[in-house]
Protein backbone atom coordinates (compact mmCIF):
# COMPACT_ATOMS: atom_id res chain seq x y z
CA UNK A 1 0.00 0.00 0.00
CA UNK A 2 1.01 3.93 -0.78
CA UNK A 3 2.20 5.70 2.56
CA UNK A 4 4.28 9.01 2.63
CA UNK A 5 6.95 8.70 5.15
CA UNK A 6 6.54 10.93 8.39
CA UNK A 7 7.30 14.69 7.90
CA UNK A 8 11.23 15.57 7.52
CA UNK A 9 12.18 17.00 10.31
CA UNK A 10 15.44 19.28 8.22
CA UNK A 11 15.06 21.25 4.99
CA UNK A 12 17.38 21.33 2.28
CA UNK A 13 17.97 23.15 -0.73
CA UNK A 14 14.80 24.40 -3.25
CA UNK A 15 11.42 23.63 -3.33
CA UNK A 16 11.95 21.27 -6.70
CA UNK A 17 14.59 19.41 -4.76
CA UNK A 18 12.70 19.59 -1.83
CA UNK A 19 9.85 17.57 -3.93
CA UNK A 20 12.09 15.50 -5.64
CA UNK A 21 14.00 13.80 -2.58
CA UNK A 22 9.90 13.51 -0.98
CA UNK A 23 8.67 11.42 -3.86
CA UNK A 24 12.00 9.54 -3.59
CA UNK A 25 11.82 8.80 0.10
CA UNK A 26 8.30 7.94 -0.18
CA UNK A 27 9.17 5.45 -2.88
CA UNK A 28 11.78 4.13 -0.57
CA UNK A 29 9.44 3.54 2.06
CA UNK A 30 7.13 1.31 -0.39
CA UNK A 31 10.07 -0.65 -2.12
CA UNK A 32 11.70 -1.45 1.14
CA UNK A 33 8.54 -2.35 3.27
CA UNK A 34 7.46 -4.47 0.26
CA UNK A 35 11.01 -5.82 -0.38
CA UNK A 36 13.29 -5.50 2.21
CA UNK A 37 16.11 -2.93 2.05
CA UNK A 38 18.64 -6.07 1.01
CA UNK A 39 16.10 -7.08 -1.40
CA UNK A 40 15.18 -3.22 -2.80
CA UNK A 41 17.68 -2.28 -5.75
CA UNK A 42 18.08 1.91 -6.87
CA UNK A 43 16.55 1.15 -9.88
CA UNK A 44 13.61 -0.49 -7.95
CA UNK A 45 13.16 2.71 -5.99
CA UNK A 46 13.77 5.21 -9.27
CA UNK A 47 11.00 3.04 -10.79
CA UNK A 48 8.31 2.87 -7.72
CA UNK A 49 9.01 6.91 -8.31
CA UNK A 50 8.39 6.96 -11.96
CA UNK A 51 11.77 8.72 -11.88
CA UNK A 52 14.93 7.77 -13.92
CA UNK A 53 17.99 6.17 -11.90
CA UNK A 54 19.95 8.96 -13.02
CA UNK A 55 17.40 11.41 -11.45
CA UNK A 56 17.75 9.90 -8.27
CA UNK A 57 21.56 9.72 -8.34
CA UNK A 58 21.52 13.49 -8.38
CA UNK A 59 20.03 13.45 -5.17
CA UNK A 60 21.41 10.38 -3.20
CA UNK A 61 24.36 8.31 -3.73
CA UNK A 62 23.28 5.09 -2.66
CA UNK A 63 20.15 3.01 -1.43
CA UNK A 64 21.61 3.38 2.05
CA UNK A 65 21.41 7.25 2.18
CA UNK A 66 17.94 7.11 1.43
CA UNK A 67 17.41 4.85 4.66
CA UNK A 68 19.34 6.64 6.43
CA UNK A 69 17.54 10.16 5.61
CA UNK A 70 14.30 8.17 6.62
CA UNK A 71 15.46 6.88 9.62
CA UNK A 72 16.68 9.82 11.17
CA UNK A 73 13.96 12.30 10.04
CA UNK A 74 11.92 9.41 11.55
CA UNK A 75 13.35 9.33 14.94
CA UNK A 76 13.43 12.95 15.08
CA UNK A 77 9.55 13.12 14.17
CA UNK A 78 8.34 10.95 16.87
CA UNK A 79 10.92 12.84 19.02
CA UNK A 80 9.41 15.97 18.42
CA UNK A 81 6.00 15.02 18.89
CA UNK A 82 6.66 13.16 22.24
CA UNK A 83 8.10 16.38 23.69
CA UNK A 84 4.87 18.09 22.18
CA UNK A 85 2.10 15.52 24.16
CA UNK A 86 4.88 15.25 27.12
CA UNK A 87 4.72 19.29 27.71
CA UNK A 88 1.06 19.38 27.04
CA UNK A 89 0.36 18.04 31.05
CA UNK A 90 1.62 18.53 34.16
CA UNK A 91 1.33 15.24 35.85
CA UNK A 92 3.51 12.64 36.08
CA UNK A 93 0.66 9.88 35.11
CA UNK A 94 -0.81 12.09 32.28
CA UNK A 95 2.83 12.91 30.79
CA UNK A 96 3.54 9.33 30.94
CA UNK A 97 -0.01 8.14 29.51
CA UNK A 98 0.68 11.02 26.78
CA UNK A 99 3.88 9.50 26.10
CA UNK A 100 3.17 6.10 24.81
CA UNK A 101 0.06 6.95 23.54
CA UNK A 102 1.33 9.33 20.77
CA UNK A 103 4.17 6.67 20.17
CA UNK A 104 2.20 3.68 19.48
CA UNK A 105 0.22 5.81 17.60
CA UNK A 106 2.84 7.16 15.63
CA UNK A 107 4.40 3.73 14.86
CA UNK A 108 0.92 2.98 13.52
CA UNK A 109 -0.17 5.84 11.53
CA UNK A 110 3.68 5.91 9.59
CA UNK A 111 3.47 1.69 10.04
CA UNK A 112 5.47 1.46 6.82
CA UNK A 113 8.11 3.59 7.71
CA UNK A 114 8.47 2.90 11.36
CA UNK A 115 8.37 -0.83 9.89
CA UNK A 116 11.55 -0.10 7.75
CA UNK A 117 13.59 2.42 10.33
CA UNK A 118 12.91 0.27 13.13
CA UNK A 119 13.64 -3.32 11.24
CA UNK A 120 16.51 -2.19 8.72
CA UNK A 121 19.01 -0.90 10.86
CA UNK A 122 21.91 -3.40 10.10
CA UNK A 123 21.61 -2.12 6.90
CA UNK A 124 23.27 1.53 7.67
CA UNK A 125 26.20 2.05 7.84
CA UNK A 126 28.29 2.37 10.97
CA UNK A 127 28.63 6.51 11.27
CA UNK A 128 24.72 6.56 10.43
CA UNK A 129 24.03 3.82 12.74
CA UNK A 130 25.56 6.16 15.39
CA UNK A 131 23.77 8.97 14.75
CA UNK A 132 20.29 7.10 14.96
CA UNK A 133 21.16 5.31 17.98
CA UNK A 134 21.42 8.87 19.90
CA UNK A 135 18.03 9.74 19.00
CA UNK A 136 17.25 6.14 20.02
CA UNK A 137 18.44 6.11 23.37
CA UNK A 138 17.12 10.15 23.57
CA UNK A 139 13.73 8.46 23.22
CA UNK A 140 14.06 5.76 25.14
CA UNK A 141 15.90 8.31 27.78
CA UNK A 142 12.99 10.23 27.97
CA UNK A 143 10.71 7.58 29.37
CA UNK A 144 13.07 6.61 31.51
CA UNK A 145 13.23 9.82 32.95
CA UNK A 146 9.37 10.08 32.90
CA UNK A 147 9.14 6.63 35.07
CA UNK A 148 11.86 7.91 37.37
CA UNK A 149 10.10 11.14 38.25
CA UNK A 150 6.89 9.17 39.17
CA UNK A 151 9.20 6.91 41.47
CA UNK A 152 10.52 9.46 42.96
CA UNK A 153 7.30 11.45 44.02
CA UNK A 154 5.54 8.46 44.92
CA UNK A 155 3.09 7.77 42.23
CA UNK A 156 4.57 4.61 40.31
CA UNK A 157 5.95 1.52 41.63
CA UNK A 158 8.40 0.04 38.95
CA UNK A 159 11.46 -2.09 40.26
CA UNK A 160 13.65 -1.30 37.54
CA UNK A 161 13.20 2.09 35.75
CA UNK A 162 15.19 1.11 32.52
CA UNK A 163 13.80 -1.83 31.85
CA UNK A 164 10.39 -0.84 31.83
CA UNK A 165 11.49 2.01 30.11
CA UNK A 166 12.64 -0.25 27.55
CA UNK A 167 9.59 -2.27 27.96
CA UNK A 168 7.02 0.62 26.90
CA UNK A 169 9.67 1.75 23.79
CA UNK A 170 9.55 -1.84 22.44
CA UNK A 171 5.69 -2.23 22.66
CA UNK A 172 5.26 0.97 20.98
CA UNK A 173 7.50 0.09 18.47
CA UNK A 174 6.36 -3.32 17.80
CA UNK A 175 2.92 -1.97 16.67
CA UNK A 176 4.29 -1.26 13.38
CA UNK A 177 5.35 -4.96 12.49
CA UNK A 178 1.92 -6.14 12.91
CA UNK A 179 -0.63 -2.56 12.24
CA UNK A 180 -2.13 -2.83 9.13
CA UNK A 181 -4.58 0.04 8.14
CA UNK A 182 -7.16 -2.58 7.37
CA UNK A 183 -7.21 -3.94 10.35
CA UNK A 184 -9.54 -3.80 13.09
CA UNK A 185 -8.28 -0.82 15.42
CA UNK A 186 -7.54 2.91 14.42
CA UNK A 187 -3.68 4.16 15.19
CA UNK A 188 -6.22 6.83 17.60
CA UNK A 189 -7.29 3.55 19.53
CA UNK A 190 -3.99 1.97 19.55
CA UNK A 191 -2.59 5.10 20.98
CA UNK A 192 -5.05 5.57 23.90
CA UNK A 193 -4.56 1.87 24.78
CA UNK A 194 -0.62 1.41 24.76
CA UNK A 195 -1.97 4.98 27.18
CA UNK A 196 -3.57 2.74 29.39
CA UNK A 197 -0.66 -0.09 28.96
CA UNK A 198 1.93 1.89 30.24
CA UNK A 199 0.26 3.73 33.65
CA UNK A 200 -0.67 -0.44 34.16
CA UNK A 201 3.31 -0.69 33.86
CA UNK A 202 3.91 1.34 36.51
CA UNK A 203 1.58 0.05 39.24
CA UNK A 204 -0.94 2.95 38.14
CA UNK A 205 -4.98 2.01 37.27
CA UNK A 206 -5.11 3.38 33.25
Same mark, same amino acid.
Given at each position: ????????????G??????????????A??????????????RD? +????????? %?? !???? /??? =? &?? @?? #?????????????L????????????????A??????W? +??F???A?? %?? !???? /??? =? &?? @?? #?????????????????R?????????????????MS??????????W????????? =???????????????????
Open positions: MSQSPAPPRRRRNARGEQTRSVLLAAVRSFADRGFHGTSTI +ALAAEMSPA %VM !YAHY /ATK =E &EL @LF #ELSIDGHRSVQALETEVRRHTTTTDRLRAAACFGQH +AEHLQRV %VQ !YELD /ALS =E &EH @LA #EVTVLRRAIQGRFGELINGVDEGSFQVADVEMTALTSLGIDVARYRSTGKWTP =EQIGRHHGRLALRAVGVAG
